[in-house]
């Protein structure tokens, strides 16, 4: 029996108009934010607190790097904000007379090195299910 691959998994459904359910969490609670700042404060000392807000609800609603949201990139900065960072420097042993050839220590336990297989063997597994499809129909 052959079935048929879903294609089109990695994109959102549009549920409220033009945005994803997770565009319009965005963008109602920016909105909800910048309300409250703006109730909260007079105009002119609530304006520096509510273009940040404003900003932030924007590039979370519409701006895409590389095809990916913006919040992709923004955990990624937290995260490498607020992680330890220790960088260790090891130095490379040569042995004179090899004229520049590199030896790992001896010290270092050896690790054997697995071949990586593909990432994404189900876009493979429909690309090819596509092209075999459309080389049916030409038939």
């Given at each position: 029996m052959q079935f048929k691959v879903p294609q089109f998994i990695d994109v959102e459904?549009?549920?409220f108009g033009p945005f994803t359910f997770r565009q319009f969490i965005y963008l109602i609670g920016g909105a909800g934010i910048v309300f409250v700042l703006y109730k909260i404060f007079p105009l002119?000392?609530?304006?520096?607190?509510?273009?940040?807000f404003a900003v932030l609800t924007?590039?979370?609603?519409?701006?895409?790097?590389?095809?990916?949201?913006?919040?992709?990139y923004l955990e990624a900065g937290l995260n490498y904000l607020v992680s330890s960072k220790l960088y260790i420097?090891?130095?490379?042993?040569?042995?004179?007379?090899?004229?520049g050839k590199e030896e790992e220590p001896s010290a270092l336990p050896l690790v054997s090195i697995v071949p990586m297989t593909?990432?994404?063997?189900?876009?493979?597994?429909s690309w090819s299910l596509d092209v075999q499809d459309k080389g049916e129909e030409g038939k």
């Open positions: 459904d549009k549920l002119w000392i609530g304006i520096f607190f509510i273009i940040p924007f590039l979370l609603v519409f701006y895409k790097i590389n095809e990916k949201p913006f919040i992709f420097w090891r130095q490379r042993l040569v042995k004179p007379g090899t004229k593909t990432t994404n063997k189900l876009k493979d597994l």
